[in-house]
């Protein structure tokens, strides 16, 4: 087990910077997701990793052996990590035991050890009576199992996966959520999770690197990425929220009730500071607003079973979005009281 | 499905009537044969089939097969894969022209490749006296004999082995590689454990492939073998016949159904073989692996290079040579160098004037004929159930598969007395060997066809259904258009491999009837070595061309459908 160290990270594909400068520390141990849309250069990021890319500029260490720069390359194979594929990955011509003891024969693992090793791998996934079988006979979640025993078997010091439950149902992925959080527990190992989906990221890691068109945005753990996203672009990728301009306040600080209530009372023209308010902190006051009072109108509602997701839209046209017990009239007039915000930056 | 029934009924009957008459047309010459092969079995020991396996010459023939087309298919073995694996997996740069000229081999004819490197070798070879290494006069022709088959057969045959294993490698998702590296393999491992293993069943089946070829060729062992009286079983059954004609049609039918046996043997196993590397592999394929060569590149490329120089280049440019000199034995030099080969060959020889108008007819005219029915019938077949889809084109494949010497003895048998009705004789005309051309081709013009209108979307053509097309206006302006490029291509192969063809025609031709690969043959035997040279550097340079022209056809073709692309 071993932390690894990204410095100013670069991958070009001819004029295209898949990654850009990308540079953070992971503890070991440590699970990590690399978030961000299709496109961002996130594969990318993982393959250099494992050392299928090489770099184009920047360095990557592994505890403290340099693993790539653009002079140096240590061979994959000579990584000692571990990768669970979006295809899986898993090889044709060997049978379930055999694909998940493979990387022990490489290491020269024999006779009762690797017999033991291989089962236990396979209990760990629930898979043991599938021990015989070929790839081709197993269901999805099944060869999602095995990519992860094999994953197991040998004691790698970074595990990787690339959106390794976008091929699964619903169903099935929040039981492999389950178990890649098991898996982690057990094993300690580092571990870098490739996703795209915000809610599996904030399910599984310590922490969360938000990366946008092969530039990190934003490296923290998710409940700070979800309190104090850094920009406006962060803030409406991860969880519910809107976004309002304000008069007072600077990025990076959170404000107050009155304070928010008194940026957003000035006139439109002095209001320059993005401001992101999430719906908890908004209380809905159906009772007829009297003048003083901030109020919106009721657009649209959704039934979410615990709670109504109210939009609502202010008088200037902004809209908000707030939770509400019961349902409200459709275009019923409410009073508001906004409890905090936090100060975004603008994007790039 | 069947919008007006009156219509769609009448055009669907037309077209199953169109493929029962071409799955007739393709068993007919095969179960004529096996009729005339197994003819009076009752009475016993005098019976055709009999007497050929009771005769030593058939038995010294087929362990003459099988020994040059076994170590043939070795040689092919070893050069096919080393060309695929390299080609396909590493990082060598010229990708594209080491394909095309490791796969232009395959479509010289065997009877060009044949004589090309008796010129390269032997005392009388005008390039090695052009350079003065030429051995003394008398010593033998190294290549007449089993070694020599087998080298040639090897090289003709190596592109079949390239195929199946460049096909099969496209195909191994790179992440398998990549799982077994990031596993701790190293490169050679990584080759063992799972490149070989994922990859073994083609290299499998492009052996067996490169062995039935080998077992049908004839242009190679005729060359080579019949000088120093060395017989395969296709140059035997040429041999009887040349020598007694129809006389013994029965027993060669019966030596014919031996190789037939044989090669199809072949085939089914490799069948088996195509069928269990079906792994139904997931993952991104289409990009294989780049294996980095790092500092071997250079010595790999030197490598390739130098193999491809010896068995394509050098015997070209002895063939060229043999071409510009006025008699074999003579060295090529500025003052003895002429064209004269040229002027006779275009100019005098009334033969080769008519071999290639004969050959042009033959093969034009089947490429049109079969380009006319591939495309209804490609789109009946593809209606048809899976299985019954799959025996239609394996009885279709089947004049293709079988060595063409089997091929031509069960075409005499069958138009050997005059058609019934018609009162028409084919035998000993052109017409014969056309009719032996279209049953063996329909195949090489189906398969683009097939290809292509599997990929199309049925959906266009269901848009022209609902916009009230009728079936023969939807084939017509939607089918037609879209398919076109795949049928063209299909005709373009058809041609390419009947106006060389020598195997069928050699037993179906008759005087006045020659074809282009009978002419090389014939000026051959009689000593004119250099004409023939003159002439094969002429189909040389025609087949080079054709091919390019495929070439740039390729990129509005579904893949596959030009074997030296990717
Ligand atoms: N080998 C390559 N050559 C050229 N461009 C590439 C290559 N690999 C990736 N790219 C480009 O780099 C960018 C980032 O690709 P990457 O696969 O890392 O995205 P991703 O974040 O994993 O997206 P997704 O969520 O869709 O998988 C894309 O614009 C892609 O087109
Ligand atoms: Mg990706």
Redesign the interface.
């Known amino acids: 087990m071993a932390g690894l160290t990204l410095k100013q990270v670069t991958k070009q594909f001819g004029e295209h910077k898949a990654v850009d400068g990308l540079s953070l520390t992971v503890e070991p141990g440590e699970f990590v997701a690399l978030l961000g849309p299709s496109g961002c250069g996130k594969t990318t990021m993982l393959r250099m990793l494992a050392g299928f890319e090489q770099v184009s500029g920047g360095e990557i260490h592994l505890g403290d052996q340099l693993l790539a720069s653009e002079q140096h390359h240590v061979l994959p194979e000579q990584r000692n990590m571990a990768m669970v594929f979006q295809s899986y990955a898993l090889w044709p011509h060997m049978s379930v035991a055999d694909n998940v003891g493979y990387p022990l024969k490489l290491r020269g693992v024999r006779g009762a050890d690797y017999q033991r090793r291989v089962e236990q791998a396979l209990s760990l996934v629930a898979l043991e009576p599938y021990a015989q079988r070929t790839p081709q006979d197993l269901s999805g979640g099944q060869r999602q199992r095995v990519a992860l025993a094999r994953c197991l078997v040998t004691d790698p010091s970074v595990v990787l996966l690339d959106e390794p439950l976008a091929n699964l149902d619903r169903h099935l992925r929040a039981s492999m959520e389950h178990s890649f959080a098991d898996f982690h527990r057990r094993t300690e190992a580092t571990m870098v999770y490739v996703t795209h989906d915000q809610s599996e990221a904030m399910a599984l890691a310590d922490r969360i690197a938000v990366m946008q068109a092969g530039k990190l945005v934003q490296w923290a753990t998710p409940e700070t990425l979800y309190r104090e996203p850094r920009t406006s672009w962060v803030a409406s990728f991860i969880g519910q929220g809107s976004q309002l301009m304000i008069s007072t306040g600077a990025p990076g600080r959170r404000l107050g009730g009155n304070e928010l209530m008194q940026g957003l009372a000035s006139p439109a023209a002095q209001r320059h500071q993005a401001v992101l308010v999430r719906p908890e902190h908004i209380q809905v006051h159906p009772e007829a607003p009297s003048e003083q009072d901030l109020t919106a109108r009721v657009e649209r509602q959704t039934f979410r079973g615990e709670r109504y997701e109210i939009h609502l839209r202010m008088q200037g046209g902004e809209t908000l979005l707030a939770y509400h017990p019961h349902a409200l009239k459709l275009g019923q007039q409410v009073a508001l009281t906004l409890l905090e915000g936090w100060c975004l930056e603008p994007d790039q | 499905m069947s919008p007006s029934l009156t219509q769609g009924s009448q055009h669907r009957w037309l077209l199953t009537l169109l493929t029962l008459t071409v799955v007739l047309l393709s068993l007919a010459p095969s179960l004529r044969l096996l009729v005339e092969a197994l003819s009076d079995l009752t009475q016993g020991g005098n019976a055709p089939l009999w007497r050929v396996l009771q005769s030593a010459s058939t038995w010294r023939a087929l362990s003459h097969s099988l020994y040059t087309s076994g170590l043939g298919m070795l040689i092919a073995l070893a050069l096919g894969s080393l060309f695929a694996f390299v080609i396909t997996l590493t990082d060598i740069r010229g990708k594209a022209w080491l394909v095309f000229c490791f796969m232009l081999p395959m479509m010289i004819p065997p009877q060009v490749t044949a004589l090309s490197w008796l010129q390269l070798f032997g005392p009388a070879s005008p390039l090695l006296k052009s350079i003065g290494m030429a051995p003394p006069l008398g010593s033998p022709q190294p290549l007449y004999s089993a070694e020599g088959i087998t080298l040639l057969l090897g090289i003709q045959s190596a592109p079949l082995v390239f195929l199946a294993l460049r096909t099969s490698l496209l195909s191994l ?1 790179r ?2 590689v ?9 490169q050679n ?1 990584v080759w063992r ?2 490149v070989l ?2 990859t073994r069943s083609g290299l499998v089946a492009g052996s067996a492939m490169a062995f039935i070829s080998s077992l049908g060729n004839f242009g190679i062992p005729a060359m080579l073998g019949i000088p120093a009286g060395y017989y395969v079983l296709p140059t035997l059954i040429y041999q009887r016949m040349a020598s007694f004609g129809t006389g013994v049609l029965a027993e060669m039918a019966a030596l014919s159904l031996l190789i037939g046996v044989l090669a199809l043997a072949g085939v089914a196993l490799q069948q088996h073989w195509m069928g269990r590397s079906r ?6 394929s289409g990009r294989a692996h780049d294996f980095s060569l790092g500092r071997f590149r250079a010595l790999v490329t030197v490598l390739l290079v130098s193999v491809l120089l010896v068995i394509l280049v050098a015997p070209l440019v002895a063939l060229v040579v043999s071409s510009l000199v006025p008699a074999m034995g003579v060295p090529l030099n500025a003052d003895t160098a002429t064209l004269n080969a040229y002027h006779e060959v275009i100019g005098r020889q009334g033969a080769t004037w008519r071999a290639m108008r004969n050959s042009f007819w033959l093969a034009g005219g089947a490429a049109v004929v079969l380009m006319l029915c591939s495309l209804p019938l490609a789109y009946r077949l593809q209606r048809l159930p899976a299985r019954l889809q799959n025996l239609t084109l394996s009885i279709i494949e089947l004049p293709y598969a079988l060595p063409g010497v089997v091929l031509a003895i069960a075409c005499i048998l069958l138009f050997v007395r005059p058609l019934p009705i018609i009162n028409v004789a084919l035998y000993g005309t052109l017409g014969l060997i056309f009719v032996a051309y279209l049953a063996r081709f329909l195949v090489v013009c189906l398969k683009p066809v097939s290809a292509s209108l599997a990929q199309l979307d049925p959906s266009l053509e269901e848009a022209a259904q609902l916009a009230g097309a009728g079936p023969w206006r939807r084939l017509s302006t939607i089918v037609m258009p879209l398919i076109a490029p795949a049928l063209f291509a299909g005709g373009l192969l058809v041609f390419l491999l009947a106006v060389n063809e020598l195997t069928v025609s050699a037993l179906l031709w008759s005087a006045g009837n020659e074809t282009l690969g009978v002419l090389i043959f014939n000026l051959d035997e009689g000593g004119e070595s250099v004409l023939a040279s003159a002439v094969s550097v002429l189909v040389v340079l025609m087949v080079a061309s054709l091919m390019l022209s495929l070439s740039l056809l390729a990129p509005r073709l579904p893949k596959g459908v030009v074997p030296w692309q990717g």
Do not use: C, K, N, Y
């Open positions: 998702p992440e398998l990549e799982a077994a590296r990031i596993s701790g393999a190293r491992q454990h799972i293993p994922v792994f139904g592999l997931v993952g991104h």
